[in-house]
């Protein structure tokens, strides 16, 4: 996953609903959304020639195990959407509890000679090997959120815009500090785990677009995606910064933790921004009764698209609004702004 300064330089930027996976599934299904039970974000088939039942097709998957709710949607949306196709077969391997445990899982599911291979890895750099040998075992990889670094061991990239999730954070923190002729705001950052490329890329769209502003972060803190892991940083950054104008919170399950530990500090002179777009986060912007008035969303519907898109990558088709023949190389989707004016349109998303 490269780091990208310019958001120009983004392949393909599907806007619309970042939210569901209709934005991107237009192009592949319908955009009739059906919502099954447990949440899972699904396209409906619609009458869209490429969603007719053709070929069958054999598809692997693996995930991390949910340790919180985003992995549990991420593995949900992918299970719910395959089942809407009668032609495709969905396998899953256990992930382990991390890379090395993963990557032997995967092991026996290329053994099994799958059509496609869709992969969220523990870690992007750790797993392209896989997604190498994957490859020149002719199995094409959909590599899922966490990118691998070399374009060769993946057939399709889809993730969410992981620097546009710092650059919107950042965006909605400018125009509130200008709305109350703020200055020279403290700001501070509770990021998520520092080692993976996807939390370097949102603190470099914070930190660029704020920049660009003529503010900075006076105190940033790693957590773990976790809300344990976010309430220890959260009450760290609060002592660190005893006032404070706007918060960025790069994950809304480590937010809770989060809020926890400012309602524990008794602190509410500062606005805060959300990350990922749970309904937790959603309800309570439209609660409005805390400090958090916004969140960017990274949603876990990218898995209901990443099957779809594997699928017709199965039966070597491409998607039916696209002259192109062949689904793209690589797909990011868009990061939006979820605040209380527009959350009651993105409730029903919320993982």
Not at 135 to 164: E, T
Not at 186 to 204: F, M, Y
Not at 337 to 348: D, G, P, Q, R, V
């Amino acid at each position: 996953m490269k780091h990208a300064s310019d958001l120009s330089r983004r392949r393909l930027l599907l806007g619309g609903a970042a939210l569901g996976a209709g934005a991107l599934l237009t192009a592949c299904t319908s955009n009739e959304t059906d919502e099954p039970s447990g949440g899972a974000q699904t396209v409906a088939a619609g009458n869209n020639a490429n969603a007719a039942p053709g070929q069958k097709v054999v598809i692997g998957f693996s995930a991390p195990a949910a340790d919180h709710g985003w992995i549990a949607a991420i593995t949900n949306n992918a299970k719910a959407q395959a089942g809407t196709y009668s032609d495709v077969e969905f396998k899953t391997v256990e992930a382990g509890a991390d890379a090395a445990a993963q990557r032997a899982a995967l092991q026996t599911l290329i053994a099994q000679k799958p059509n496609v291979i869709v992969l969220l890895p523990h870690d992007g750099k750790e797993l392209n090997a896989f997604g190498l040998e994957a490859m020149q075992a002719g199995i094409p990889v959909v590599n899922l959120d966490r990118a691998f670094p070399d374009a060769l061991a993946y057939r399709l990239q889809i993730k969410g815009d992981n620097y546009g999730m710092g650059v919107s954070a950042a965006h909605y923190i400018i125009d509130q500090m200008k709305a109350k002729n703020v200055a020279s705001p403290v700001i501070g950052e509770i990021a998520g785990i520092d080692s993976l490329e996807l939390t370097q890329e949102r603190s470099k769209g914070f930190a660029d677009t704020l920049t660009q502003a003529g503010f900075r972060v006076a105190n940033r803190r790693a957590a773990e995606f976790t809300a344990d892991s976010g309430q220890r940083e959260a009450a760290s950054l609060l002592q660190a910064l005893p006032k404070m104008d706007a918060l960025w919170n790069h994950d809304d399950d480590q937010g809770i933790g989060v809020l926890a530990a400012i309602t524990q500090a008794n602190r509410s002179e500062f606005i805060m921004v959300g990350g990922a777009g749970s309904k937790a986060a959603m309800e309570a912007i439209q609660a409005d009764n805390s400090v958090l008035k916004a969140t960017v969303t990274y949603s876990p519907s990218m898995a209901s698209s990443a099957i779809s898109l594997a699928r017709l990558i199965g039966q070597n088709k491409g998607m039916s609004d696209l002259v192109e023949l062949q689904v793209p190389k690589e797909i990011i989707l868009a990061s939006e702004t979820i605040t209380k004016e527009n959350a009651s349109n993105y409730l029903k998303l919320g993982f």
